[in-house]
């Protein structure tokens, strides 16, 4: 069942669909993995569930409520309770996009881990888009139970960790959400090639003057 949407819900379906297309065609996430929302006047629009982001099409999507209630479209993913989670913790922002991808996986595998702070703010780019990261317990794909323990995280973070999983980041717009995404996996690979050596992040202060706003 494809969804009857206003011009502007439309218009956020077809970015959905090119931001998909984006963390598709770059190897951002794989297979059927990863999974897009964003906030319309018709409700959150989400990508469905089983889709691939480099096939989805603006009529396949599904539409949420803030409750992660599914209101119309397509079945949704069976993490847009996630999503939701996140959009009703952070009333500022306006997209959510979560990956598997690959860096930032292999992070939230390490057992050396604080989970108050998974990467360290070796970049300014990092302590200006992501902030502090906190990694978040293992969930079962599709667990529910992940939603309380997100929103509260979200409350004060842009982006969380899932352990064993990937991330989870949200922005004040689509294309916000995915430049921070980038930024978080670019320096997750910086941190496993720097795996071993002496590294000297940007100090508390630099990092927290850099941070991006806790809502
Ligand atoms: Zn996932």
């Known amino acids: 069942m494809s969804i009857a949407l206003t011009p502007g819900g439309a218009a956020g379906a ?23 929302s964003l906030r319309t006047h018709d409700g959150i629009l989400v990508t469905p569930t089983g889709s691939s982001l480099g096939t989805v099409e603006p009529g396949d999507l599904s539409l949420i409520d ?3 209630a599914h209101v119309g479209g397509a079945r949704p993913s069976k993490e847009a309770f996630l999503h939701a989670a996140v ?12 990956t598997h991808s690959t860096y930032s996986a292999a992070v939230s595998c390490l ?33 529910d139970s992940l939603g309380p323990v997100a929103e509260a995280a ?20 689509l294309s916000a959400a995915l430049d921070a995404l980038e930024e978080l996996e670019e320096t997750a690979k910086l941190h496993l090639l720097l795996h071993g050596r002496s590294i000297r992040p940007l100090t508390p202060t630099q ?9």
């Open 66 to 68: 803030e409750r992660g």
């Open 87 to 98: 959009l009703r913790a952070r009333p500022s922002a306006q997209a959510v996009i979560h």
């Open 154 to 173: 979200a409350r004060d973070h842009v982006a969380l960790l899932l352990s064993n999983h990937g991330p989870v980041v949200a922005g004040a717009s």
């Open 14 to 36: 077809e970015e959905i669909v090119a931001v998909a297309r984006s963390i598709f065609s770059r190897s951002l996430t794989h297979g059927s993995t990863g999974n897009i």
């Open 207 to 215: 990092a927290a003057a850099l941070a991006p706003p806790a809502r």
């Open 111 to 143: 057992d050396d881990i604080d989970p108050a702070s998974a990467l360290p703010p070796l970049t300014a780019y990092f302590a200006m888009r992501i902030g502090r990261l906190p990694l978040l317990p293992y969930h079962a794909p599709g667990d």
